[in-house]
C-alpha cells in the first residue's frame, strides 16, 4: 500500500524549498570553475536539467568523503555531472555514463575532450534499460538521473552492480513536490509520480539498502548497499 501523500501548498516556482532559502544557499556557493561555468550557463539557456548547484556541492563533498573512485551515471545530458563527478574524484576517477540521445551523446563526447578527462569518462550511448544487463563491474558509486519513470526498473541491477559499502544515488525524487502531495500532482505526470512513490518506498524499505531522503535540488535519496547480503 503506497504511503498516503501529504496535502501540499501549490508553489508556482515548482521548487520543493522556499525560493528565497533556495536563492540564498546559491549565493553562498562559489560559482564552478572552467569549463563547467560555462556549461551551467549554457545548460540556463537551453533548459538542460543538470544537477542543481546545491546538489553538486553536496555529491561533490560526498565523492571526497566516501573516497569513491568508480561512478556509473544514467543521463548524461551534455557531460555537466560526468565532469563535476571526475573532478571531484580525482585522477583516478573511472566514471561510465550512459545517454540515449544521439545528439547530447556527440555533445558530450566534445565537452568530455575540453575538459581533458576522455581518459576517465566513457560514455555509452543507448539506452540504460538495456545497456545496464550487459554491465558487470562494480561501482563505488551509481547516480539515477534519467527518465524518472524507469527508477524502479533499474534498482536491482544497481543494487547487483554496487560494491558493498557503495552509494545509489537518485535525483529528482521529489519531482517539484509532485512526488508528496497529490494536490500538486499534473495529470499527465500521474504515472511517474506513482511510480517514483513506488520506488521512494522501495528503497526506503529495501533489506540491502540504507537510505535518506533529502528535499535538496528536486529531491535526492541516498541509499548505501549495506556490508553484508541479507538476501
Ligand atoms: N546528469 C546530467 C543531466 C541529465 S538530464 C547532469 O546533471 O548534467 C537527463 C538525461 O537522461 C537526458 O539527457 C535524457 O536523454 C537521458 N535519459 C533519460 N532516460 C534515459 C535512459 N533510459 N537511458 C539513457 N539515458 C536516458
Ligand atoms: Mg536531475
Redesign the pocket.
Known amino acids: 500500500m503506497l504511503k498516503k501523500p501529504i496535502k501540499g501548498i501549490i508553489d508556482p516556482t515548482g521548487t520543493i524549498t522556499r525560493e528565497y532559502v533556495e536563492d540564498y544557499i546559491r549565493q553562498l556557493l562559489p560559482p564552478d570553475k572552467g569549463i563547467l561555468q560555462q556549461l551551467k550557463e549554457e545548460a540556463e539557456e537551453r533548459h538542460?536539467?543538470?544537477?542543481e548547484p546545491e546538489v553538486s556541492a553536496l555529491l561533490k563533498n560526498i565523492i571526497k568523503m566516501s573516497g569513491t573512485r568508480t561512478i556509473l551515471?544514467?543521463?548524461?545530458?551534455?557531460?555537466?555531472?560526468?565532469i563535476l563527478f571526475a573532478t571531484a574524484a580525482g585522477k583516478k576517477a573511472r566514471i561510465t555514463t550512459?545517454?540515449?540521445?544521439p545528439n547530447?551523446t556527440e555533445e558530450a563526447m566534445k565537452n568530455i575532450e575540453k575538459a581533458g578527462l576522455q581518459d576517465n569518462i566513457k560514455i555509452i550511448h543507448?539506452?540504460?534499460?538495456e545497456v545496464l544487463p550487459c554491465l558487470e563491474e562494480p561501482f563505488d558509486m551509481i547516480?539515477l538521473?534519467?527518465?524518472k519513470g524507469?527508477y524502479g526498473e533499474m534498482l536491482d541491477k544497481s543494487v547487483q552492480l554496487l560494491n558493498p559499502g557503495g552509494l545509489l544515488i537518485s535525483d529528482n525524487i521529489l519531482f517539484r513536490g509532485m512526488v508528496a502531495s497529490d494536490d500538486l500532482v499534473r495529470r499527465r505526470k500521474k504515472t511517474i509520480v506513482t511510480r517514483m512513490r513506488q520506488y521512494l518506498e522501495t528503497i526506503t524499505s529495501h533489506p540491502q539498502l540504507e537510505t535518506s531522503i533529502l528535499p535538496v535540488g528536486d529531491g535526492l535519496a541516498i541509499s548505501m548497499k549495506t556490508q553484508e547480503e541479507t538476501e
Do not use: C, M, Q
Request: glycine share 14%; aromatic share 14%.
Open positions: 538542460i536539467p543538470i544537477i551515471e544514467v543521463g548524461t545530458a551534455f557531460g555537466y555531472s560526468a550512459i545517454e540515449r540521445d547530447y543507448g539506452d540504460a534499460l547516480f538521473d534519467g527518465a524507469h
